[in-house]
């Protein structure tokens, strides 16, 4: 009788330890990848503020998973606040053994988070960092022309639309022939007939 009672105390006792165990014990974390699968799917949908959320559980669980600081930088930026974009977008470039194609991600989204603060010189800065890397990239190319245009740097966009006709393997004829002519009257006009001839022959 005796060893009956004891038997069934222990039975009682390992059932409430095993209930315990399973009722008390914490909720295992949802895996990061599905966490920044949920997050893109959140930025396709455009809930910033959902993708935001996600993106932050990410990287606080992983600190390694780069691609979720990358996509967040992007989410500051463009939710209004590139000055952390920066900060963010900074702090990777100083992780070890990041990848050629994750790198020029990285100065790209730099060269962006600069253009919104009004930091054109840091942004072209970025951009040439990406052709060091790659120098047929055509986004960088096609993001420095712009600058060259914004700063009237005729020279230069022309130099830069000849690299892009090579990278695409197609002619740009017309606006090629504008930057010389450009160029030329900017030689002219600094008594520089010679080489504003030679311009004005090369837009022909």
Same mark, same amino acid.
């Given at each position: 009788?005796?060893?009956?009672?004891?038997?069934?105390?222990?039975?009682?006792?390992?059932?409430?330890?095993?209930?315990?165990?399973?009722?008390?014990? $914490?909720? $295992?974390?949802?895996?990061?990848? %599905?966490?920044?699968?949920?997050? #893109?799917?959140?930025?396709?949908?455009?809930?910033?503020?959902?993708?935001?959320?996600?993106?932050?559980?990410?990287?606080?669980?992983?600190?390694?998973?780069?691609?979720?600081? #990358?996509?967040?930088?992007? !989410?500051?930026?463009?939710?209004?606040? $590139?000055?952390?974009?920066?900060?963010?977008?900074?702090? !990777?470039?100083?992780?070890?053994?990041? %990848?050629?194609?994750?790198?020029?991600?990285?100065?790209? %989204?730099?060269?962006?988070?600069?253009? &919104?603060?009004?930091?054109?010189?840091?942004?072209?800065?970025?951009?040439?960092?990406?052709?060091?890397?790659? /120098?047929?990239?055509?986004?960088?190319?096609?993001?420095?022309?712009?600058?060259?245009?914004?700063?009237?740097?005729?020279?230069?966009?022309?130099? !830069?639309? /000849?690299?892009?006709e090579k990278m695409?393997?197609?002619?740009?004829? &017309?606006?090629? %022939?504008?930057?010389?002519?450009?160029?030329g009257m900017e030689?002219?006009?600094?008594?520089?007939?010679?080489?504003?001839?030679?311009?004005?022959? /090369?837009?022909?």
């Amino acid at each position: 009788m005796y060893l009956t009672i004891v038997l069934i105390v222990l039975a009682i006792s390992t059932a409430g330890g095993i209930f315990a165990y399973f009722t008390r014990r $914490p909720k $295992p974390r949802k895996n990061t990848d %599905s966490l920044y699968t949920d997050a #893109l799917n959140a930025m396709v949908r455009g809930d910033s503020d959902g993708a935001m959320r996600l993106l932050r559980d990410v990287v606080k669980q992983d600190t390694d998973h780069l691609d979720a600081y #990358l996509q967040l930088g992007d !989410l500051l930026r463009e939710e209004g606040n $590139p000055k952390q974009a920066i900060k963010v977008h900074h702090s !990777l470039t100083v992780r070890p053994g990041l %990848s050629e194609n994750l790198r020029m991600h990285i100065h790209k %989204s730099l060269a962006q988070d600069y253009m &919104t603060v009004n930091e054109p010189g840091q942004a072209r800065k970025e951009a040439e960092m990406i052709l060091n890397i790659d /120098k047929k990239d055509v986004w960088a190319t096609e993001f420095l022309l712009y600058l060259a245009e914004q700063n009237q740097n005729w020279g230069r966009a022309a130099q !830069l639309v /000849k690299a892009l006709e090579k990278m695409k393997n197609e002619a740009d004829i &017309t606006r090629l %022939s504008r930057f010389k002519v450009y160029e030329g009257m900017e030689k002219f006009e600094s008594d520089d007939r010679v080489g504003a001839e030679g311009c004005f022959q /090369k837009a022909v």
